[in-house]
């Protein structure tokens, strides 16, 4: 038993050991998380130059925040004199952290300028300022238009996505958990409240915990938020459930631990989403389209889109394949991905949401980017979406970001230049090399097989490990039911059986008794028989009187009258003697049968004694071996043995699992670097 356990033992460290380094000695190649067997010729430098020139920024403050890309400028924002005083800035740090993704620093800054001391973001670096030298000075109306439109709702939930892509991007944890910091403190300050039926917010306020990301919001909206808290309103500055997987997504990515009103929130929000997901009509919707699923008109598509974006960011942030990764060993195989977490961050979940994102807006080409990858069509589409250097800045409204929009208002005149940089500088990243194409298509499919074979070495030993732990929790069974029956045979059960096997030898021996008794007293009458038949006559004498007639003529009536009896006596057998031979018989046949049940009543009792002397022995022993912990010591054994098989079953079980997930997830990758329909460029 315990040979056996080692050896299985030994099998499983042997697996870890050739199947398992750590990352940190390895760290995870930069993968593509999209089709890359398509891939279209670059976007040229002079037109991304073009779009990075045509693009405006907002002007920047002394000591404070450098220009950064905005919209088209305002001339009914601020007084003149005011930084930015024509800065169209409202979603800038969501398109800023777009641009960050994509590789462009101008956007990676902005989002880092619109970030305060205290960890708060801001909707850009200008909105930061303007809360520390406008909002709340002396001569400010609170009430005003002006601070409703630049104080007000000084972020939202959709400017988060543009936080999370620069800390993935830039890999500044810090920053990130400083604002985590500051959302949980604020999260103690959220009021939620009823809404009248004209739309004001009632008198019936109550301070819950839960996370904000802004502070001023109730009150200073056209419109309830969207989304419900307990089922009143909690402001446009309150995070929605779903946000929380894209919280816990990034948490993952940068190795954070969420404050506690955070966790609590995201473990809330789970429940929600859990809920929301198995209603009918909605549990075909995958998590990371939730939000445009069930309120399309208050969260765009483009939000969803960036929720894929970022999950691709976190698997890559470089998002740029340029040349083969490192890539692992076999010894490595099943280290070489990170653990799952419940986020959509794995490559089918961020293919599949893609490519519905994609089937809903087929004209955008940010979404079959995500979805097909840079293919000639994807490359041809941004072209002809975004201005050319041919075409009048007049011509242009600058204060859209063109991917947002809805088909109706997709068209060049809407682009910001700013969002055609970043599709194209995206566009351009995503391209691989067909010879790195190549040698991953064929790496990952060896790697598939290689893990496969892991698999099922894996699942041959982790049935030997079961059969074995089934066996080592038998001989534990074994072992308690035997010192079970030891102590209550060395108690009860001893005295019950010695009694009854006692009784049934007292019976016994009496009735030898009553039978020898029987058999003396049968032997004394055999022989006082014997006795009498020898003291009796063979024959004894008897009369027989005949009658005697004189002979006469036929029918002569006077020849009765002459007849006269004789007697005559004779010798005849001794019917007595006859009749005490034949009670002799019978007394010799009692005998027999006597001698007989006294023979199987001696049986019984040696039977009997044997059984008691054997009833004797199995108490002291069983004495002894209670006194001398025998019993303690093989269950001792045995649980040592379960515990030992426990750990070895348990290690095999993680074992199939990680080649199993990593088997799966190697396939992924390929299925989503050639999908099934790779030989059409059409959507």
Aim: charged share 20%; with cysteine.
């Amino acid at each position: 038993m315990r040979k056996a356990t080692k050896n299985l033992l030994y099998t499983t460290i042997l697996l870890i050991i050739t199947c398992g380094h750590s990352q940190a000695a390895n760290p995870k190649p930069l993968l593509p998380i999209w089709p890359i067997t398509n891939i279209g010729s670059a976007i040229d430098d002079d037109t991304l130059t073009m779009w990075r020139n045509k693009g405006d920024r907002c002007a920047g403050a002394r000591n404070a925040y450098t220009p950064f890309p905005s919209k088209g400028t305002r001339k009914d924002m601020l007084p003149e004199a005011f930084p930015g005083a024509s800065c169209d800035d409202g979603d800038q740090t969501l398109f800023n952290g777009l641009l960050c993704a994509s590789g462009i620093e101008d956007g990676c800054v902005a989002v880092a300028q619109a970030q305060a001391k205290s960890g708060r973001w801001y909707r850009s670096p200008h909105r930061k300022w303007l809360w520390s030298n406008f909002c709340f000075k002396a001569g400010t109306d609170q009430k005003s238009k002006d601070f409703r439109d630049l104080c007000a709702n000084g972020f939202s939930p959709d400017m988060s996505l543009g936080v999370m892509l620069y800390a993935v991007k830039k890999k500044d944890a810090n920053a990130y958990r400083r604002w985590l910091h500051w959302l949980d403190a604020e999260a103690a300050n959220t009021k939620i409240c009823s809404v009248q039926p004209d739309g004001t917010i009632g008198s019936d306020c109550q301070t819950i915990e839960w996370p904000r990301v802004c502070t001023h919001d109730l009150g200073y909206s056209e419109e309830p938020a969207p989304f419900k808290i307990f089922g009143k309103e909690g402001g446009r500055c309150a995070l929605r459930p779903p946000d929380a997987l894209d919280f816990a997504a990034v948490n993952d990515a940068t190795h954070t631990a969420p404050p506690k009103r955070m966790a609590a929130w995201e473990t809330e929000s789970r429940v929600t989403l859990k809920a929301i997901l198995s209603l009918p009509g909605v549990s075909e919707i995958p998590p990371l389209l939730l939000v445009s699923a069930t309120d399309p008109v208050h969260f765009p598509l483009h939000l969803d889109a960036t929720r894929v974006l970022l999950r691709m960011l976190i698997n890559n942030p470089s998002l740029r394949t340029s040349n083969l990764p490192k890539l692992p060993k076999d010894t490595d195989l099943l280290s070489f991905f990170d653990p799952l977490a419940a986020t959509g961050s794995d490559p089918i979940s961020i293919s599949a949401a893609a490519k519905v994102i994609s089937a809903r807006a087929s004209w955008n080409p940010f979404y079959r980017l995500l979805a097909e990858g840079p293919t000639p069509t994807v490359r041809s589409m941004i072209l002809e979406s975004c201005p050319t250097a041919q075409d009048r800045d007049q011509d242009i409204n600058k204060s859209s970001w063109l991917w947002e929009k809805e088909k109706t208002q997709f068209t060049k005149a809407n682009s910001m230049y700013w969002d055609c940089l970043f599709l194209g500088t995206l566009y351009n990243r995503m391209r691989v090399k067909q010879s790195v194409v190549s040698e991953l298509l064929d790496t990952f499919l060896q790697y598939a097989d290689r893990t496969d074979t892991i698999l099922q070495l894996a699942n041959r030993n982790l049935q030997n490990a079961e059969a074995a732990l089934g066996l080592a929790q038998k001989t534990l069974d074994e072992a308690n039911r035997a010192q079970k029956d030891a102590l209550e045979y060395a108690g009860n059960a001893y005295a019950q059986q010695n009694q009854r096997i006692t009784s049934e030898l007292q019976s016994l021996q009496r009735q030898g008794a009553n039978a020898a008794a029987s058999i003396t007293g049968v032997q004394n009458r055999i022989a006082q028989q014997e006795a009498d038949i020898v003291s009796m006559l063979d024959t004894i004498p008897q009369s027989i009187t005949k009658q005697v007639c004189p002979d006469r003529p036929p029918f002569d009536p006077v020849g009765d009258a002459l007849c006269r009896n004789v007697t005559t006596i004779t010798s005849i057998a001794n019917p007595a003697k006859d009749a005490a031979r034949s009670a002799l018989e019978n007394l010799r046949s009692q005998h027999t049968l006597l001698t007989r049940t006294l023979v199987d009543i001696d049986k019984g009792i040696t039977q009997a004694q044997s059984e008691l002397a054997e009833l004797d022995a199995r108490h002291v022993k069983a004495l002894a071996d209670v006194s001398s912990k025998v019993f303690d010591l093989a269950i001792k054994q045995a649980t040592a043995d379960l515990v030992l098989q426990t750990r070895v079953t348990q290690g095999l079980r993680q074992a199939v699992a990680t080649a199993r997930e990593s088997h799966a997830r190697f396939l992924d990758y390929v299925s989503v670097w050639r999908p099934k329909n790779e030989g059409s460029d059409t959507h």
